[in-house]
């Protein structure tokens, strides 16, 4: 079991979903927090990193049961982008007006 935690003073930040060839397979709304707002606190051996395209974005999923995790995204390399329906009590399908962030067509700024 891979367990997280996260900083999240502000609740759900910019929470997404995205239209890029990972994600929009894979189907998660994500909410966003800086990179020192989440930590791996358990099971991090089971953390395997996928990396495609550019190879700049950093995808995790655990190994065990595959679902995403969180990720180091490409356009803001200083934020974790994270699955909100890994939190605890948040069903992702209850948060109304979910954007669609076009990751197809976004440019790659380093």
């Known amino acids: 079991m891979v ?3 996260l900083d999240l003073p502000d609740g759900l ?3 997404k979903r995205c239209n890029c060839s990972i994600c ?5 709304v994500m909410a966003y927090v800086p990179l020192n707002g989440l930590r791996v606190v358990r099971g991090a051996e ?3 990193l996928y ?4 190879g ?3 995808h995790y999923f ?7 995790t ?6 803001n390399p200083n934020v974790y982008g994270f699955n909100v329906g890994c939190l605890e009590g948040v069903n992702p399908y209850y948060l109304e007006g979910v954007p669609v962030s076009d990751g197809i067509n976004h440019e790659y700024q380093p």
Do not use: M, W
């Open 3 to 5: 367990e997280l935690e």
């Open 13 to 15: 930040v910019d929470p």
């Open 62 to 68: 655990c190994s065990n049961c595959g679902i995403y």
């Open 51 to 54: 990396q495609f395209n550019s």
């Open 56 to 58: 700049v974005a950093k």
């Open 46 to 48: 089971h953390l395997k």
């Open 70 to 75: 969180h990720h180091q995204t490409r356009s």
């Open 24 to 28: 929009r397979r894979k189907g998660a």
